[in-house]
């Protein structure tokens, strides 16, 4: 082992006591306000964790596809747009939304799905927009992180988007797509309308945007080219795009006949262009727009449930289905989906996504099936139907003709038939409630209860010892009904547990009995309300 010289052994003590200098003079200077300091370094610590962040997301996006360009284009494209979006905080929010005229802000949850999902978006659309030199500045807070400014900014959820404009803030009402985000954001910022001049413009446009309105005019003014930037500036999803050039109209919308006016929908899908056909009135363009921007068949996300929920076309086609069955199924179902266009939306949904199609189909009581589900909702009267059938082609475009002729009855959730025999407390289900609750001949006492109601166990076992005492009765019929599994049209209860009873003479008006009174007072509601038809009528419990 070597051993230091004299002049080397000094210079390294000497440097040992500098650093341990240093170190001590640095605990002194942070005593006085440990707090404080504690603030500033996490803050330091911002920038840092924000770019292990984004080299976290870059990796997942190359590992997709190891060694292919476009993994690696798609990681350089977030590592920019990650960059250029700045990260709020207590000290610095205040002035970034004084000094800027038109701020978007993102209020997220790092452990937030939707927050998630949203983030690569909103960065990417941060990244377009300052590529065409909008004056939108995008910015993140962490709420979790920052709850006081969160809360002055009145964010209550995750995510929330919110526009400020010189200072003052407005809820976003857009899509949160990228382009949806781009989209909303130009119009806001005051260009409604884009409007293109050359080829190579175009060209470049339509590289861009999926989903946009084209408006052909041979001058831009006059009442139509007015209402069409009406309707721009109402709508918040879709882009107006303009032009006086046949050629440019040509090549975004190649199905366009030699006119001086003309307005259409151009898609990504397989029906790619539609052709306006109504007055140029703004109301008429937003009508237009408003029943055709879905796809033939949208695939439900996150991202566009609330679109798809708040659309005018209320009666809506599920197809839950695994990815493998739904290939086959997808193709001849467009051409279905194209029959009952702007009167049916058609959804695909993930079978296996637990918070898109699980809510769903617990309302169909189907939530453990692995099997094709067809259903419908009207959401216009809160109603719901499902297709009994294989789910082919042809099922599903008689499935949807019935739905539109008011031939196909409205669904009820049911459990199977129980078997009841001997049984003191008849176990209904939505199949059976005619035929024992409103059908029969005698008076009924329903207990209506749920899995998860804390005090239908408690009343159970007060109407089992009922039960036990007016067993000789033989007008009298006691029953019971899970409301979570089982549904019918002429059972609406929405607190558990209920008790309902049904006189023999008027099913259609069943008494409701309070949960709250005692095992006596409901002996004496029985005692009142049924004559005595059995072998022995007991007067005391």
């Known amino acids: 082992m070597p051993t230091l010289k004299p002049t080397s052994e000094f210079v390294h003590i000497t440097l040992i006591l500098l650093l341990l200098l240093t170190y001590f003079l640095s605990i002194n200077a942070s005593t006085p306000n440990n707090e404080e300091t504690a603030i500033e370094q996490e803050d330091d610590l911002e920038g840092i964790e924000e770019l292990i962040a984004v080299d976290e997301q870059e990796e997942q996006l190359q590992q997709r596809e190891p060694g292919s360009s476009s993994s690696t284009d798609e990681a350089k494209v977030l590592t920019k747009a990650q960059r250029i979006v700045p990260q709020l ?20 949850a790092p452990w937030c799905p939707r927050s998630a999902e949203l983030m690569p978006q909103f960065a990417e659309a941060a990244n377009l927009l300052r590529d065409l030199g909008s004056p939108l500045l995008m910015a993140k807070l962490d709420c979790e992180r920052y709850p006081k400014m969160a809360s002055a900014l009145e964010i209550k ?154 659309s005018p076309i209320k009666l809506q086609v599920y197809v839950f289905a695994d990815n493998g069955d739904f290939k086959d199924l997808s193709e001849p179902l467009q051409e279905v989906a194209r029959k009952f266009k702007s009167k049916i939306i058609f959804l695909y949904v993930d079978i296996k996504d637990e918070n898109l199609a699980k809510p769903f189909l617990t309302l169909l009581g ?32 008689e499935f949807c003709s019935g739905l539109l002729e008011g031939t196909v009855s409205p669904y009820f ?21 005619d035929s024992l609750i409103l059908s029969s001949l005698k ?12 005090n239908c166990d408690t009343i159970s076992k ?21 409301a979570s599994a089982n549904e019918h049209p002429k059972l609406q209860v929405t607190d558990y547990p209920t008790l309902l009873f049904y006189p023999a003479a008027d099913k259609g008006n069943p008494i409701k009995l309070s949960a709250k009174s005692s095992l006596k007072d409901w002996a004496a509601f029985i005692k009142k309300n049924v004559k005595a038809g059995g072998n022995d009528n007991k007067d005391e419990l």
């Open 443 to 454: 008076n009924i006492l329903l207990e209506v209860h749920t899995p998860w109601c804390i």
């Open 366 to 397: 189907l939530e453990e099936s692995e099997k094709t589900v067809v259903a419908a909702f009207d959401n216009k009267v809160s109603t719901k139907y499902l297709l009994e059938s294989e789910p082919t082609p042809s099922k599903i475009q």
């Open 413 to 433: 959730k049911s459990q199977p038939i129980p078997d009841n025999t001997d049984a003191s407390i008849q176990v209904v289900v939505g199949k059976t409630f």
């Open 89 to 108: 905080n207590n000290d610095n929010t205040m002035k970034i939304l004084n000094e800027n005229k038109f701020v978007l802000v993102l209020g997220y």
């Open 157 to 310: 959820g995750y995510p929330t988007l919110l526009l400020f404009i010189n200072g003052t803030s407005q809820p976003y009402t857009g899509g949160f797509t990228t382009e949806d985000i781009v989209t909303w954001a130009r119009k806001k910022t005051g260009e409604p309308v884009v409007r293109l001049s050359s080829v190579s413009e175009a060209e470049e446009f339509v590289k861009k945007h999926t989903l946009f309105a084209m408006g052909l005019f041979e001058k831009f003014e006059g009442p139509e080219h007015e209402e069409f930037v009406k309707a721009a500036i109402y709508d918040n999803e879709i882009q107006f795009v303009e032009t006086n050039s046949m050629e440019i109209a040509q090549l975004l919308f190649p199905d366009i006949k030699p006119t001086n006016l003309f307005l259409g929908l151009v898609k990504s899908e397989p029906e790619r262009y539609i052709i306006f056909d109504g007055s140029f009135e703004m109301d008429s363009i937003l009508q237009f727009l408003e029943y055709n921007k879905f796809p033939l068949v949208t695939t439900l996300t996150e991202l566009n449930s609330m679109k798809v929920y708040s």
């Open 462 to 482: 007060l109407v089992e010892k009922l039960a036990k005492h007016f067993k000789g009765l033989e007008n009298l019929i006691f029953a019971k009904i899970d």
